[in-house]
């Protein structure tokens, strides 16, 4: 038999282990995409004296399993404790809080953008690659909604103060499903509710809840239930938008008059106005020069 060259690697157990372990917070893997997500919307990362400091999650109770399943997720020291306290709506509110201390965790995570204290309206998507969908379902688990209307419609709305992740979702969406929103807060708390109803949300619920997917049971069983939905009879379907090109909304910014532009584009004043709006106070990108200009 061959004798083994001096200089070969010997593979061992452990080197099976680091072959098939995704490295911490590796966002192109959907666990952690979907983890830090959620972290990101609900997490909180607190700072004490010198290295002192911890990342905590506070959830109802009822979804501690996720919290199981991000302790096991992360390879340092970490605990789960459970509390009742009373709190505006209830006498008796009992929740769950997954706790992790490690400096050199708190520190991936803080690079990856999730920052120190109040955060809601600064976080943003990562600048890393990252898996959108699962990135996705774990704001929408965390702060968002899945299920039936009161008219019996199907609906999934992401519910964010970030103007950053807002639009991301807005885009996502608009690019699976072809459903168009206008991202802005709303009046009463000041964050953002973005609706996506019928088939929109059927779809939205049919690729971020994936089979085998890591997410909330009870919001996985919700985004399930909407696959039974099917359109009444009489119920009209929108057209489709037609969509603004480059070119169009350099017209309509030259111009700067909506009833004027209308014609010229064959779209009605109202689009005109509302896109010359959107365009303006930077709730769409401005179209790049034409070359040569």
């Given amino acids: 038999m061959a ?14 282990l680091s072959v098939n372990t995704p490295r911490f917070m590796d966002l192109e893997n959907p666990d952690y995409a979907y983890m830090f997500g ?44 459970e509390r009742t306290r009373s709190t505006n709506f209830t006498d008796s509110h009992h929740s769950a809080t997954w706790t992790l201390c490690s400096l050199e965790a708190r520190t991936t995570i803080n690079q990856l953008g999730l920052p120190y204290g109040r955060k809601s309206r600064t976080i943003a998507p990562p600048r890393v690659p990252f898996s959108g969908r699962d990135y996705l379902r774990g704001v929408i688990d965390a702060d968002g909604s899945v299920g039936y209307t009161a008219q019996g419609l199907p609906f999934i709305s992401p519910t964010s103060a970030s103007t950053a992740v807002s639009v991301y979702l807005g885009r996502y969406a608009q690019q ?6 206008l991202i802005k807060r709303n009046s009463r708390d000041q964050v953002y509710n973005v609706v996506y109803t019928k088939e929109a949300a059927m779809r939205l619920a049919e690729d971020l809840y994936y089979p085998g997917c890591l997410a909330l049971e009870r919001k996985r069983v919700s985004a399930a239930s909407l696959a039974s939905w099917e359109r009444p009879a ?20 030259e111009s700067g008059n909506a009833a004027v532009t209308a014609t ?4 009605t004043v109202t689009s005109c106005a509302l896109r010359l709006w959107r365009l303006r106070s930077g709730r769409v990108p401005l179209p790049p020069q034409e070359p040569g200009r």
């Fill in 3 to 16: 004798e083994r060259e001096p200089s070969a690697h010997q593979y061992t157990f452990d080197d099976t």
């Fill in 176 to 181: 699976l499903t072809g459903t168009e929103r």
């Fill in 38 to 81: 959620f972290l990101q919307t609900d997490g909180h990362l607190s700072q004490g004296t010198g290295q002192k400091g911890k990342l905590s999650l506070e959830i109802n109770v009822r979804d501690i399993a996720i919290l199981r399943e991000f302790q096991r997720l992360t390879p340092y020291n970490s605990s789960i404790t």
């Fill in 264 to 267: 010229a584009l064959g779209r």
């Fill in 234 to 253: 009489g119920m009209k379907v929108a057209p489709p938008r037609r969509r603004w090109t480059d070119s169009e909304d350099r017209i309509l910014l």
